[in-house]
């Protein structure tokens, strides 16, 4: 499974941000698909997560209100729509595939696939 993330840019405080990820090469469908970030300094950490087939999602405490994450199965393209971005939100974003089937997991060991990853920077 390959995912290619995409997106990333300079943003100023309150303003918006959507990235994507393509997914490719996979002979089993991935249960789900999830976003993590790492800032600087910073371990890595669940933003959100997406059922792949069901659609239901799950999002960490910290950024709920302020993102959205949606997928388009038939474009093999999961999405994740940020609003009202803060410094804080400045780190390292990376998609990721959990294979195991189940729930949407937050736990990073689970997800066996990962893009490269790309930077989102709110500032000034």
């Known amino acids: 499974v390959q995912l290619q993330a995409s997106g990333g840019g300079l943003v100023q405080p309150g303003g918006s941000l959507s990235l994507s990820c393509i997914v490719s090469g996979y002979t089993s469908t991935p249960y789900a698909l999830g976003w993590f970030r790492q800032a600087p300094g910073k371990e890595r950490e669940f933003v959100g997560g997406?059922?792949?087939?069901?659609?239901?999602?799950k999002y960490a405490d910290s950024v709920k209100g302020r993102i959205t994450i949606s997928r388009d199965t038939a474009k093999s393209t999961l999405y994740l729509q940020m609003d009202d971005l803060k410094p804080e939100d400045t780190a390292v974003y990376y998609c990721?595939?959990?294979?195991?089937?189940?729930?949407?997991?937050?736990?990073?060991?689970?997800?066996?696939?990962w893009g490269q990853g790309t930077l989102v920077t709110v500032s000034s």
């Open positions: 997406i059922a792949w087939t069901g659609g239901f999602t």
């Open positions: 990721a595939a959990q294979m195991r089937w189940g729930r949407v997991e937050v736990k990073e060991y689970l997800y066996e696939h």
